[in-house]
């Protein structure tokens, strides 16, 4: 990278004058009260996508703070710049019609903002492909830092968390069998800090992805949302993206490979991830020139066991995930059947981070050995046939085992209308054995 395409002169506005250009930014930026000792240095935007419409992204502006502590003191000039913020539950109809909106959005202001690398800052469900997708298109050097999850909340003795624990009250309660006195102090202690879902959903499922691509810092993906090493983690994040703004790199493109993109898949099915984060994962993959195949990926369900013992499939919580080892954890587990050479942002491999890191304790009741294990196959699984003839994701670790081999009839709902307008109707046709299908 040359010198003049450092910091502010770093793609220049088109007057026809690039010197003129040059000059008017650096005059329009010092209304902002800079200094030209700030001006003179390299810039790491930090796409920041907190809201007041994005209950996980609550504590963004704290995390901010600690990014641009991590970036000047590392030498280079911070910039946070906003970005659509997708907060899954807040939006209609669904956040997955508005994840490639944000991607192209990411996409076009880091390419047209002068920054020499970018934090992305993001968390809930959708924002983390999103903003890996856009980052990676746009070409320059990035680096992710999430979130974090929530904290548990309490209701009579009993751990709560977002959202495993949300169906399985509501079904109680629209079944009768709780109050709604009852739920309405329940829905007042599911999710009860700031931090994407307390158990391993999307967004938990992204996040351990995200550090296996090796887009992140070592052992942060799991960090509770409000812990303090949420903010340590932060600055040393915003000290990394100064020195890659200085360097040059690496680009995710250079990390995001057909050997990391396998590693994170033997991860999410290891830890049962999420089944949207398939979907993620592939279009991650391909802005990057990496196909996945679902062939393969069945391959290497049949081989990974599954090893943590989290809701949904299992009983604990993110918090407990941390607490036990974290990431760090699954991939010591795993490590016969990962591939070592994969690098991350701070230039070491995997093989040279599992030496370097020794782990305190991995606390085996929530994160299981190979000898052990939740479940002996993947958490996941790809099934083709008549109602899915392009392939369907399945999370069978989640699943009754009677039913992964179950023959019944279908009772078919054409819309997601129909199913509301039938589906309590005592009229309906339907029993325990029957299949219920979702045109």
Known sequence: MSEISKGLANGLTNYGDPEFAKYLRRSFAKSMGY????????????????????NCHRHFPEMLEAVKRGVLASGALPMPFPM????????????????????????????AQPMDAVVL?????????????????????????????????????????????????WAQYR???????????????????????AVMGTASSM?????????????????????ADRLRASEQTGALAAKMAIQGGPKLEQLITEKSVENALRVLLGVSGSTNAMIHLTAIAGRAGVEVDLKRFNELSDETPVLVDLKPVGTGYME????????????????????????????????????????????????????????????????????????????????????????????????????????????????????????
């Open 35 to 54: 200094t030209n000792e700030s001006l003179d240095k390299p810039i790491v935007g930090i796409c920041y996508t907190e809201s007041g419409f994005n």
């Open 207 to 227: 996040a351990v992805i995200a550090e296996t691509l090796g887009v992140m810092l070592p052992n942060t993906a799991s960090i509770p949302a409000v812990h």
């Open 320 to 439: 407990d995930f941390h607490a036990a080892g974290g990431l760090d954890g699954v991939l010591r587990a795993l490590a016969s059947q990962l591939n070592l050479q994969t690098l991350d942002v701070t230039g070491q491999n995997l093989e040279q981070r599992l030496k370097q890191e020794l782990a305190e304790t991995t606390d085996l009741s929530v994160i299981r050995n190979t000898q052990n294990p939740v479940d002996a196959q993947g958490g996941l699984i790809a099934l083709h046939g008549t109602l899915a003839p392009e392939g369907a994701i399945l999370k069978r670790a989640a699943a009754t085992s009677s039913l992964l081999e179950h023959e019944g009839r279908a009772v078919v709902f054409s819309s997601l209308e129909d199913l509301a307008a039938r589906i309590d109707s005592p009229d309906l046709d339907v029993n325990a054995d029957d299949i219920l299908v979702l045109q």
């Open 84 to 111: 659509i913020s997708l907060g899954e539950v807040f939006l209609s109809p669904t956040s997955m019609v508005y994840r490639n909106l944000m991607a192209m959005a990411v996409e076009e202001m880091i390419r």
């Open 175 to 197: 079944a009768g069998t709780i109050s709604q006195q009852e739920i309405d102090q329940i829905e007042g202690n599911l999710a009860v800090t700031s931090g994407t879902c």
């Open 121 to 169: 800052m993001g968390g809930c469900d959708k924002t983390i492909p999103a903003l890996l997708m856009g980052a990676i298109s746009a070409g320059k050097p990035a680096m992710m830092l999430v979130a974090g999850p929530m904290m548990t909340g309490r209701y009579k003795g009993e751990r709560l968390g977002a959202c495993t624990d949300c169906r399985r009250f």
